[in-house]
């Protein structure tokens, strides 16, 4: 399973959030019950807001967003 969407930068982060990032979810089954995530997010800018940007996503896929999909198919 693949997810593919757009991912924008918070409110807070206006310069940066113009910009759509790219992001591309992979699911696999290795075996029964194990799953392999890839996660790939790119697009980033340079310079200004763009280092908060990657901050907060870098905090949002693996404080929130992963561990909200692991807890879903555990």
Known sequence: MTIDESAGPPPELPEARSQ???VVVRLRELAAGETLV???????????EWDAAFEYF??????VVLARLKRRFE
């Open 20 to 22: 759509r990032t790219h």
């Open 58 to 63: 870098s905090r949002v896929w693996g404080g």
């Open 38 to 48: 890839t996660l790939r997010h790119d697009g980033w800018g340079e310079g200004g």
